[in-house]
């Protein structure tokens, strides 16, 4: 029996080394003076607007000028509109709407995405900043380059530009008409810019540009992309579009028209004026 006390003996000991391991790893952590973490703030907005109801009636009508010869329940389903297909609404919700007319086809699609960071250290407002930065430069507006980004992509004298960059430039508004001099910095970085007018937009136009530009007045940052495309033998389509961010919300307008006839070119100005007035209406929807 004279080997019981040696085995109490061992396990004290292994009690002792325990407990002692366990009070300096508490002391270590409980010492004061260690880094602190500060959490990125919350965006403005933590809900969004519902998209089929954000455009009155009155301005449906008027951006799709076949709804008024439809029946009365025809048009009232097409005023409706048809929401976007989502998985998560909390995030990011769209509507579309279209029309015909005996003269050409308008289409129209709003999208609103509220953007949160899942960093703590970056902001909702900094990433959607970050994100609306992507989405201007991806729409290769003429004579700017958002800063801290990759070159101008696409442009007609850029070797290698790929087929889609191409396709992109050939069919802005107001190519082929001379350069213009916008503000080499992106509208995030200046908050504000104003595109040059001494360029008609259209051979034979008026002296207004209308070439895809930064947009100012518009939410934190804004931009306007016009493309005219034509698939074969088929009408030629022009879709304008118009996107604008404020605080952690990017919103997104694009308004098309294709002619009936193959000869007729949609009006660039028109479009443009329509969707850039429907973009302020959705700014102050989202304000509300």
């Not at 329940?73 to 297909?85: F, M, Y």
Request: with cysteine.
């Amino acid at each position: 029996m004279a080997y019981v006390p040696g085995v109490a003996l061992l396990a004290a000991l292994a009690v002792g080394c325990s407990a002692g391991s366990d009070g300096s790893a508490t002391d270590a952590d409980s010492k004061p003076g260690g880094p602190t973490v500060t959490t990125a703030p919350p965006g403005k907005y933590r809900t969004l607007p519902a998209p089929c109801r954000a455009v009155p009636s009155a301005t449906l009508k008027d951006l799709l000028p076949g709804v008024a010869e439809l029946p009365r329940q025809q048009q009232e389903k097409a005023l409706r509109g048809s929401p976007t297909i989502t998985y998560d609404t909390d995030r990011k919700v769209g509507c579309s709407w279209k029309a015909d007319a005996p003269d050409s086809t308008r289409n129209l699609s709003i999208d609103f995405e509220r953007v949160v960071s899942y960093d703590p250290l970056v902001s909702d407002d900094d990433r959607a900043r970050a994100l609306y930065v992507k989405k201007e430069n991806a729409a290769e507006l003429p004579g700017s380059t958002a800063s801290g980004t990759a070159p101008e992509k696409g442009t007609p004298t850029s070797a290698g530009g790929g087929e889609k960059g191409q396709e992109k430039e050939t069919g802005k508004a107001g190519d082929g008409t001379g350069s213009a001099d916008p503000s080499p910095s992106a509208s995030e970085s200046s908050g504000t810019s104003e595109s040059s007018a001494d360029t008609p937009g259209t051979p034979g136009g008026s002296d207004e540009d209308l070439r895809p530009r930064v947009v100012g007045g518009l939410g934190d940052a804004a931009f306007l992309d016009d493309l005219l495309t034509r698939a074969g033998s088929t009408a030629q389509h022009r879709t304008v579009s118009v996107v604008f961010r404020t605080s952690n919300v990017i919103v997104t307008v694009r308004y098309g028209e294709q002619p009936a006839l193959v000869t007729k070119v949609p009006d660039s100005k028109e479009l443009q004026d329509k969707a850039q007035a429907l973009a302020r209406k959705l700014a102050e929807v989202i304000s509300e």
